[in-house]
Structures are given as C-alpha cells and as structure tokens.
C-alpha cells in the first residue's frame, strides 16, 4: 500500500524548477529520499505537506489530495524539519504540547502524550529545561519528539542527523529505526547522507534536479546484472582461476584473495562448480556470497544517467 503518490509533479520559484515533472510511488514502511543538496528533497517534502502549492501536477498523502485536503495532511503526518523550529523561553513539554494541540489533540491529552514521546526520545530527565538551552544533539531529538507527539500515520525526516557527532548521530538513527520498524509507522528519511538512508530504511526514491533518477528496494538497487559471486579462498589460487576460465567463467582480478566471478546459471549453480573445481584444484574456499555493489555506486550511477 501507497503512502504518498506523486504524479508529473513541477514547482518553480521564479525562473528557477525546483521539481521539473517528478512521478514516484513511497510505500508503507521506511523509504529514503536520497539526493545531493539542492536536489528537491525539501521542497518535495513542503509540497506533499501543502506549504508549497505545486505550478502542476497532483499527490496524494495517505489518500488525500495536497491540495485540497492540506489541513487534513498535516493533522495525520509528523514533520521533523532541518532547521530548529524550537520556541525560546519554553519548555521541551510546554513545546511538544503545544506541538500536539497545533495538531488537533486537547491540552489534557497534548500534556500528557508529551511526557511520553519525551521519555521515548530520551529527554525525560531535560522535559522542564527551556529548549534554547539544549544542545544540538537534544535539539534533534525534541524535533523528533515534537512530530511524534500527535500519533501521525506518516513520519517525515528532513535530514535527521544534521549537525551531530557520531555518538548523537548513532542514537538518532537507533531512534529513527525503532520508530519505522518498532512502532509500525511509515517514514520517509530525506537525506544526502548514504549510511544514514541504508543504515534504517527498506526502500529508496533517489532524486536529482528535480526528477525522478531511481527508486526501488535498497537490496535491488544493489544487484549487478548477472548476478555474480564473490568466493573468498584461503590462499591466492592461480589454479583456481585458470581451471573456472576453462569452464568458461569470467574471473575478475582479486581482491585479496577474494574472486568475483561470471559464469551463467544461478548463483547457486556458480557456486557447486566453484566448489569442485576448488576441490580439484587444491584451493580452500573460506567464503561465498552473491556479489553486490555498493549503495554509493548505485546512487552515483543513477544521479549520472541523463
């Protein structure tokens, strides 16, 4: 099932397209919208939100249309934006609350699910601090809590690990993965960051200058035509190779003393002749897997295609 749907959807400032015609499809679950700085991400997110009214084209958010239904959308979907959104001399329960009546709820309940979200986010000990004197990391993490706190349908992350150190950034996306595959809600993880998107999500929408370059399941992506295998052996093996060329495999140069090799079949057909000929060879075979690339090459490959 479809959580947002976009179809041939432009929008301009002035003479510049921000989005230039963009189709994709974002599943339920947990999908990054990948694309280098200034690729349309923000602008993407703000417009399936209704804070940017498209030039042309048409979306729906959990079935509603952006247009017409955008009051509806956002009383469904938590936002986390990039940029602080924090208001000074608050604090982080009086935000989320407030954060959560915006969305709808009473104050009884906002007070209440505020604690909790809070406590989830790992702010319950600073919950009475004013958020202006919280650090980048905690910061974060009241965004986070803030777009929790109304019980959304549809999480939206923009750049979730911006400004961290590795130890805040680790946390984050412990956070992040709970959220979208602990809780059951859907999230879209917009970002530049590769590790990030492959290290919590299933799915990707790669997306540059405005259009659509790739989407798909991050393990797809990852394929290489052909479906090689990678064999790891004990020892570098001459014998080895001549004898897997002669039953017509194409042997890639080693790395180490790993083999990527070629050969029609399914993999698990490469992999029993590999192992006989390693056998008759006199090789040890210490590992096999069916070789993939990485996701910053499929990335790079699909912002480079015209």
């Keep these: 099932m479809s959580v947002a749907t976009i179809q041939n959807l432009v929008v301009r400032y002035g003479n510049f397209t921000a989005l230039n015609g963009l189709s994709c499809e974002i599943s339920e679950g947990c999908t990054g919208l990948l694309g280098p700085n200034g ?15 498209p030039t042309s084209g048409t979306a729906t958010v959990l079935g509603y249309d952006i247009e017409a239904a955008g ?7 938590g936002l986390m934006p990039e940029q602080d959104c924090h208001i000074p001399g608050t604090t982080a329960v009086q935000f989320v609350a ?19 979200v809070l406590d989830y986010c790992g702010l319950g000990e600073a919950r009475y601090r004013n958020v202006e004197t919280y650090s980048t990391g905690m910061k974060q993490r009241i965004k986070l809590a803030q777009a929790l706190v109304h019980g959304p349908k549809l999480l939206l992350l923009d750049e979730p690990t911006n400004g961290l150190d590795p130890a805040g950034r680790e946390e984050m996306l ?3 993965r709970s959220v979208s595959h602990g809780k059951g809600l859907s999230v879209i993880v917009s970002s530049h960051l590769l590790p990030d998107i492959e290290r919590v999500c ?10 659509l370059r790739a989407q798909g399941t991050i393990k797809d992506l990852k394929k290489i035509e052909g479906r090689p295998v990678d064999i790891e052996l004990r020892d570098p093996s001459p014998a080895f190779v001549t004898a ?6 194409v042997v890639m140069p080693p790395k180490r003393t790993t083999y990527r090799i070629q050969l029609p079949g399914l993999p698990e057909e ?14 040890q075979v210490r590992g096999f897997v069916i070789a993939e690339r990485s996701l910053e090459d499929a990335f790079l490959e699909a912002i480079s295609a015209k």
């Design 270 to 283: 490469v992999a029993k002749i590999a192992m006989q000929v390693a056998r008759d060879s006199g090789a």
């Design 202 to 211: 299933d799915r990707v929408v790669v997306v540059m200058q405005g259009q």
């Design 39 to 53: 690729a349309g991400k923000t602008t993407l997110i703000k417009t399936i939100l209704g804070f940017i009214k």
């Design 98 to 116: 407030y954060a959560g009546e915006l969305a709808g709820m009473p104050g009884d309940q906002a007070i209440r699910r505020a604690h909790e």
């Design 174 to 176: 412990e956070l992040v």
């Design 244 to 249: 897997m060329q002669a039953q017509g495999a």
């Design 71 to 77: 009051t509806a959308i956002r009383q469904k979907v």
